[in-house]
């Protein structure tokens, strides 16, 4: 769990830094006062990656071979961020042979002696939070074969975090990282000596926070699917606590989590992964499915929208689409202009997909990455269906689709996905409405993309901007962006593109002739790599020269490829990670 943003606490850092000193003038623990055990577990590539002086954080990749974790120069902020939050300790866990655990203790004890007063930049609730999680679950392998100084200055440490926590916690930003700050406050008041008295009121305030910040369908605000498994994955870390330790966990919080179990499982692709939308990532392999057998929460969503995105599942087909509102407000500072996109995934292959988030890559491609036209559905006139705003607000939606009426219903041969939404209606008066038919095999998807002008009014602002178009039309494009492990090949008359997939389907896309089909570069923006990566989109170019306009097209699995194959192709090795 380490978002690859720096510290999103709110207010002047001034306050940190003064009561992370305040918080080492009461007496520290002694110990623990039940053995931890690890709840997380992160790669063994990548604590061998560290191992070898290979520092991988936030998208930039630091070769220091034989230097200190901490002697290492942070290119920004977020790497910063990513190495005072511990979380690579999940990755040298998965390693934990002797020469890790020896590194792992000394890169400790160093960050105690050079920040432990509250110096550098992890002093923030949240970052705090997420350092206190991974010391007190990797507390084992970090005090194996300790002698005294090392481990009294080990729970010295935790116990200044632990106060400093409690005092600060209710600056750190609303959402993720809030729960960060107050689930790492409960494993230490429950985890550490003498600080039992942190965990109660701790527990309250995180019970409050799910009851106001996890809404009726067991969303966030930010709509964001990978956020919403790191805020689960830490609900369901404080539950087993409470219950370790003899402590009921709260109702609200066992209801936020009865809440957001059914909604996750909405959002999860067939190949197990998340979708990829309002900056959320595929998630962690297996996290996931950890964290939803941990909840013990067996139930799903009923049919209709959750957090705003509605699934169309048959056969070993996924078809996962964003069918609400993007948020708005400060949770909308990560937002992406994706409404009516949709991804699809075929057993374990993604076949359409998001571009993603391209925070990991710094601000140009973090705003490519949140514009319609990096997202699997129709843009038009090249402005995205969602704008930012400007000044202050510069990185806020503030000029988004108000009205996104949706309906999913049984078909003849199916399920049927029907949507619009008026993000165009005020700058060209037309909306645009989608059709999705997956049939009931999974072996087929057949779509629609319709541009309306619906009211007079709509008619008038169209008219004007065919005037201005000089009566040639206002021009659009469906994406259609592939998984870069997807073989496209167009073919010689344009009326169709050939997909290959790795577990030796094949697909084909085909369209109704009203508009010209290409095969364009893409890329694929992806957390824990050093750059993008290459892939292709199938794009549909038109204009829209009536007040209604409608393309048809369609994916279908080619009639050779037979109903269920056995996938064996391994998942792809790429060099740059």
């Not at 050079?114 to 350092?131: F, H, S």
Request: hydrophobic letters at 40%; a positive charge.
């Amino acid at each position: 769990m380490a978002p690859t943003t720096a510290s999103t606490a709110s207010g002047p850092r001034w306050p940190d830094r003064l009561q992370a000193r305040l918080a080492g003038r009461a007496r520290p623990a002694q110990g623990f006062v039940s053995q931890p055990e690890p709840r997380a577990m992160g790669l063994f590539a990548r604590g061998r990656q560290l191992m070898a002086g290979n520092f991988l954080f936030a998208g930039h990749l630091v070769e220091a071979p034989g230097t200190a974790i901490w002697d290492v120069t942070p290119p920004d902020a977020a790497f910063a961020a990513e190495a005072h939050g511990f979380a690579w300790l999940d990755d040298m866990a998965a390693v934990n042979d002797a020469a890790t655990r020896a590194r792992a203790q000394v890169w400790v004890q160093d960050w105690i002696r050079r920040y432990g007063r509250g110096a550098g930049p992890g002093w923030t609730p949240d970052l705090t939070g997420r350092r206190v999680l991974r010391w007190i679950s990797h507390a084992l392998m970090l005090l194996r074969g300790q002698e005294k100084p090392q481990a009294e200055a080990f729970y010295r440490a935790l116990s200044r975090q632990a106060r400093y926590l409690a005092r600060r916690w209710p600056s750190a930003s609303a959402g993720l990282p809030r729960f960060e700050a107050l689930t790492g406050l409960i494993y230490a008041g429950l985890s550490l000596q003498g600080m039992e008295a942190l965990a109660t009121p701790a527990t309250q305030a995180l019970a409050r926070e799910c009851a106001a910040q996890i809404d009726g369908q067991g969303g966030l605000q930010t709509r964001n699917p990978e956020e919403l498994l790191d805020v689960f994955t830490l609900l369901t870390w404080a539950a087993a606590i409470l219950r370790e330790t003899g402590r009921s966990p709260p109702d609200s919080l066992l209801a936020a989590i009865e809440r957001i179990a059914p909604t996750l499982r909405t959002l999860r692709h067939a190949d197990g992964s998340l979708a990829r939308f309002q900056g959320g990532g595929r998630g962690a392999e297996g996290r996931l499915d950890t964290a939803l057998a941990a909840s013990g929460t067996r139930a799903r969503s009923p049919d209709g929208l959750s957090m705003g995105y509605a699934r169309l599942s048959s056969g070993r087909t996924s078809v996962i689409v964003d069918a609400a509102p993007p948020p708005t407000g400060r949770a909308s500072r990560s937002a992406h202009a994706s409404t009516l996109a949709f991804e699809l995934t075929s057993g374990r292959r993604p076949l359409i997909v998001s571009c993603g988030s391209g925070a990991a890559f710094g601000p140009e491609w973090a705003q490519a990455g949140r514009a319609t036209p990096s997202h699997s559905t129709l843009c038009l006139a090249g402005v995205s269906s969602s704008r930012l705003g400007s000044g202050a607000r510069a990185d806020w939606l503030t000029d988004a689709p108000k009205n996104v009426p949706i309906q999913i219903a049984q078909a003849s041969d199916g399920v049927r996905f029907e949507g619009g939404h008026d993000g165009w209606r005020g700058l060209f008066g037309l909306t645009h409405a989608r059709l999705l038919d997956l049939t009931f095999d999974g072996r087929g998807l057949a779509g629609e993309d319709l541009l309306l002008a619906l009211e007079p009014e709509d008619k008038d602002r169209f008219d004007a901007a065919m005037t201005a178009a000089q009566l040639q039309g206002v021009a659009f494009q469906i994406r259609f962006h592939l998984h870069p492990e997807v073989d496209a090949t167009l073919d010689m008359g344009g009326t169709a593109v050939g997909l290959a997939l790795k577990s030796g389907e094949l697909w084909v896309f085909r369209h109704d002739g009203k508009t010209t089909l290409t095969l364009e570069p893409s890329v694929y923006l992806e957390k824990g790599r050093l750059r993008p990566r290459a892939a292709k989109q199938m794009v549909l170019s038109g204009r829209a020269m009536d007040y209604a306009t409608r393309v048809r097209w369609s994916l279908a699995k080619a009639q050779e490829t037979p109903i269920s194959i056995r996938d064996v192709a391994p998942d792809d090795d790429d060099p740059d990670l």
